[in-house]
């Protein structure tokens, strides 16, 4: 079970990574459209350098948000195999965790 939320725990990670990734890419194309204007020759060449290095960049996220997907459907997949092999094992995890979700929630009042 521990490999399992460390697993939850590393694609929320991944997650969030890749969230904060875009805003990055998102704030680097504003700079650069707002540095449009300039003309001096060392700008032009590092708004040349970012927006080579944003198209990468683009191009990775890209790769991991689909890595992230492909991963996702299959814990999804795996996970209703596993339902559908042991159908009360999974109604009795269900019960379980309903039971102390309930416990919890009582105790609060």
Same mark, same amino acid.
Request: overall charge positive.
């Given at each position: 079970?521990?490999?399992? *939320?460390?697993?939850?725990? *590393?694609?929320?990670?991944?997650?969030? %990574?890749?969230?904060?990734?875009?805003?990055?890419? #998102?704030?680097?194309? *504003?700079? %650069?459209?707002?540095?449009? &204007?300039?003309?001096?020759?060392?700008?032009?060449?590092? +708004?040349? +350098?970012?927006?080579?290095? $944003?198209?990468?960049?683009?191009?990775? $996220?890209?790769?991991?948000?689909?890595?992230?997907?492909?991963?996702?459907?299959?814990?999804?997949? #795996?996970?209703?195999?596993?339902?559908?092999?042991?159908?009360?094992?999974?109604?009795?995890?269900?019960?379980?965790? &309903? $039971?102390?979700?309930?416990? $919890?929630?009582?105790? &609060?009042?």
């Amino acid at each position: 079970m521990s490999t399992q *939320s460390a697993r939850t725990a *590393s694609e929320v990670s991944k997650e969030k %990574l890749m969230q904060d990734f875009r805003v990055v890419v #998102a704030d680097a194309e *504003s700079l %650069l459209h707002a540095t449009a &204007g300039l003309a001096n020759e060392k700008v032009s060449a590092a +708004r040349e +350098r970012v927006q080579e290095n $944003l198209a990468a960049a683009k191009a990775r $996220l890209s790769t991991a948000e689909e890595a992230v997907v492909a991963k996702t459907k299959q814990a999804a997949k #795996a996970t209703d195999e596993y339902v559908h092999e042991n159908p009360w094992k999974a109604v009795g995890i269900g019960v379980g965790v &309903g $039971l102390i979700v309930g416990m $919890l929630i009582s105790r &609060g009042r």
